[in-house]
Structure formats: C-alpha cells, structure tokens
C-alpha cells in the first residue's frame, strides 16, 4: 500500500504557542489530503480537506483561523494549531488520497498542550 | 458530522473464534472501506469494496458491500492475538462535482482476542 508520514509523531507546547504538523505521501502524489482529529476511544472526525493549489475546505465547526492548512505541493500538507490551548490536545492524523480515491493514512500526530 | 452505526462496540473472543461486524448507514455510499488501528497508530487499510454485492477476501478477513449500499460487514475468521485493534468502517461518497471523497467513519469495534 502507499506510504504516508506524518512529523513529529509527538510534540508537546506551552499554551499560546503554535505547532506545525507535516503530512507527506511518500511514494505517491496526492492532489487531496485530510487532517482528523481524534479524541481517546473515539472515532477519526474529519477537521478538513486539504487541495494542493488552493484554500482548505473546512467541516463544520471547525475554526480555520486556529487550524491552518498549507497544502504547498503533490507530497506535502502541513496543519498548523495556532495559539494552541490544553482543549486542542489530541491525536492528529493525515490521510492522502491516490488517483483512485483510495485513503492512505499517516502514523497520527499526538500533541499534549500544557 | 454523520457517523455510521457500527456494531458491536467491543467483541472480547479467544483466539481462533471467528469475529464478525457490521455497519450501517442512512445514506448511500459508493465505496466501503475497512480500517484497523493500533494504539497509538493511524488506520491501516484492510479492504476496500466498490461495487454493491461485492464480497471480497484479504487472507483471513471476509468483507461484503451490501446491495441497498447502505451497509457492509466484515467477517475475521480463525482469530490471533495480532488481530487486537480497533477496527473501523468507512463510507465514501463521490458526487459528480468534485473529484475527492470524504471518508464517514463508524465509531469502531474494539476486539480483544484472549490466547
């Protein structure tokens, strides 16, 4: 199956502070890549849709101004959880998507604010 | 966000039970996916399913598409205690006007097989 990175797979910040997270298709482009969050023994909640080229398309109840999503070419989309606060906490993972909408996703991201 | 059913919650078997779960929807999908996580990993694709009707196998892992497009189930026979995990499904609908699909998860089943 295709691969998918994610960097760091842990990161812990004071609050206030910003945190960039890296999601990358290794051995494949992809056009479209999703950021979800998941809290612990819940399900993955779709937060956005990344498209290279263009703006974030964000779900409902999602802040784009807190979560901003850079989708700057065919490998690489970054989340970046500005002015981060304990609530934001969570496990954050990247998914990419190949040519034949199949989703590939990456290790997760999990990310502790004091 | 809408969420599929996904039954049953939690499932704690002994080791060569076979396992089967199921989920479904309100709405139609055009695709079923199958994904297990470990603690602390992100989902791992087990099987995807495109067509209603479609059974498809991956070693020990049975899925099916149902016909109303509105359900699918997975079957995992002959447990091993590797096959602890959260296993989750996905419905994936891809309308004319993009050209990506949104993924709607089910909340889970968390199977725990005894030795």
Redesign the interface.
């Known amino acids: 199956g295709a691969v998918v990175s994610q960097h760091p797979s842990r990161v812990i910040c004071k609050s206030g502070t910003s945190v960039k997270i890296e999601c990358r298709s290794l051995d494949f482009q992809a056009t479209t890549m999703f950021w979800y969050r998941q809290f612990p023994k819940q399900s993955l909640m779709l937060m956005a849709t990344s498209n290279e080229g263009s703006k974030a398309t964000y779900e409902q109840g999602v802040e784009k101004d807190k979560f901003l999503i850079n989708h700057a070419s065919l490998t690489l989309s970054t989340l970046t959880v500005t002015s981060a606060h304990p609530e934001d906490s969570s496990f954050y993972i990247c998914s990419a998507e190949t040519t034949y909408n199949e989703q590939f996703f990456g290790p997760g991201t999990r990310l502790t604010v004091l | 966000?809408q969420?599929l059913n996904q039954s049953p919650q939690s499932m704690f078997i002994q080791e060569g039970e076979d396992v089967s779960m199921n989920c479904t929807s309100s709405s139609i999908f055009n695709?079923w996916?199958w994904?297990k996580q470990e603690p602390?990993?992100?989902?791992?694709?087990l099987i995807?399913l495109y067509k209603a009707g479609e059974l498809t196998s991956n070693g020990r892992l049975t899925a099916q598409f149902g016909i109303t497009r509105k359900d699918s189930f997975l079957n995992i026979s002959a447990s091993i205690p590797s096959d602890v995990g959260i296993y989750?499904c996905a419905g994936?609908y891809?309308s004319g006007g993009t050209?990506?699909?949104?993924?709607t998860?089910?909340?889970?089943t968390i199977l725990t097989v005894h030795p």
């Open positions: 966000g969420q695709t996916l994904y602390g990993e992100g989902p791992v694709l995807a989750f994936q891809l050209s990506y699909g949104k993924l998860f089910g909340q889970g």
